[in-house]
């Protein structure tokens, strides 16, 4: 087997850290890997792994030499497309959205991408799930708010604004609040966080200062879409990305309330494995997903 590609096996099997799901990341047989390892143990004549039932794990000289790959992939990548610049970028990308953003934003723009870049074919994945870019073969993920370290090439793509809204018939019957001091007499719909289930509290910028308090509310939810189905129903008050409510707002079905009182932004990040950071079709996908957010998102 080739060396270049005994240094891709090896890097996918550390990323995913099995041979298993490598080998089905990369449409192999299990037995072929395992093979492709202990002959690059072999050449370098050095245990990279430790081998348990459970997971596998680089070992002190596997650590080292798996940056060591991750370099001379990129640069034998990277030599490969030296002629290749000015050619259209092609082929196939999977990347993976917010349900909101890639039912509201991202689906009804694509057409205008793939009419730019015919030769890109794209596989949307639409789920608010964190998503595992290596052992689901994912190009690349938007994630909306603070990252964990995840050891991925990360790309800041902007921000989504929050507003607090409320519908007219809440207003009627509740009143209209003007500051936050004014909250302790009011509802939330508060939302549940679905990977937790913690509620999140009320924010709010005041003086630069980040500032928050739990609210009362007689209705929980774990969706944006019955989050925004119950501030619609009159249930109480809601802070939402103003993208996400744009034309309830413009319908008069909802109002915004203390507008000199907003949650902080939620920072947008592209996320990609580090062996893709060359990729020309990625590079162009991030460029004209920031530009779209940048566009549609505020």
Request: aromatic share 6%; with cysteine; proline share 6%.
């Amino acid at each position: 087997m080739d060396r270049i590609d005994l240094f891709r096996i090896f890097v996918r099997v550390v990323e995913c850290a099995s041979f298993t799901r490598a080998a089905d990341t990369l449409g192999m047989p299990r037995s072929s890997v395992s093979a492709a390892v202990q002959e690059l143990e072999g050449r370098v004549r050095a245990r990279l792994l430790h081998r348990t039932t459970r997971v596998v794990s680089p070992t002190h000289d596997g650590t080292a030499f798996y940056e060591r790959c991750l370099r001379l992939i990129a640069d034998v990548e990277e030599a490969e497309n030296i002629f290749h610049q000015s050619a259209m970028p092609s082929g196939r990308l999977r990347m993976d959205v917010p349900g909101r953003i890639g039912r509201l934003i991202v689906a009804p723009a694509l057409p205008a991408f793939l009419d730019a870049y015919p030769e890109i074919d794209i596989d949307l994945g639409v789920t608010d799930r964190a998503v595992n870019l290596v052992e689901e073969s994912v190009d690349c993920v938007l994630r909306v708010g603070p990252l964990a370290d995840s050891g991925m090439i990360a790309r800041s793509i902007g921000e989504l604004r929050l507003i607090n809204v409320a519908s007219p018939a809440y207003l009627e019957r509740h009143g209209l609040p003007q500051s936050p001091d004014d909250l302790q007499n009011h509802l939330a719909v508060n939302y549940a966080s679905p990977s937790s289930g913690r509620v999140e509290a009320w924010e709010w910028v005041e003086n630069g200062v980040l500032r928050s308090m739990p609210m009362r509310g007689r209705v929980a939810v774990n969706s944006a879409e019955a989050y925004i189905a119950c501030c619609l129903a009159g249930i109480g008050l809601i802070q939402i990305p103003a993208y996400d409510v744009r034309r309830h707002l413009k319908a008069g079905e909802l109002v915004e309330v203390m507008p000199s009182y907003r949650a902080e932004p939620m920072p947008m990040t592209l996320l990609y494995p580090h062996r893709h950071h060359l990729s020309r079709r990625v590079h162009v996908l991030a460029d004209w997903l920031e530009s779209l957010l940048k566009r549609e998102a505020q």
